[in-house]
């Protein structure tokens, strides 16, 4: 039988820097990466810039399904450490009723 250990806190604690990660870190590039795609469109006219830009577009959703990614880690680790904990309470719960006297 496999041994289930878990640190609830550490989990939680995990969970809330990768939504850091999302939150501060890529929102951000992706903020200044848009700024700089608007400067660069203001200086740049052509059939150059235009393949450019279309390639521009699928760098953006790469790091947008990157982003994605995060949101879903942190959503997934989450719930893992709410059900944990859960779990937890309801086995002390029925353990606690098993312990009392008939």
């Known amino acids: 039988m496999a041994l289930l250990r878990q640190d609830i806190e550490t ?7 990768i939504a850091h990660e999302r939150n501060d870190t890529v929102e951000n590039l992706l903020g200044r990466l848009n700024g700089i795609n608007e400067e660069l469109n203001a200086a740049w006219d052509g059939p150059s810039q235009i393949a450019f830009q279309e390639a521009y ?3 953006i ?3 947008r399904k990157y982003s994605d990614t995060l949101n879903n880690v942190h959503q997934y680790l989450t719930s893992v450490a709410q059900n944990f904990e859960d779990l937890d309470a309801a086995a002390a719960a029925a353990a606690s009723g098993a312990a009392a006297p008939v």
């Open 11 to 17: 989990i939680r604690t995990l969970a809330a820097q």
């Open 57 to 59: 577009g699928d760098w």
């Open 61 to 63: 959703q790469q790091l």
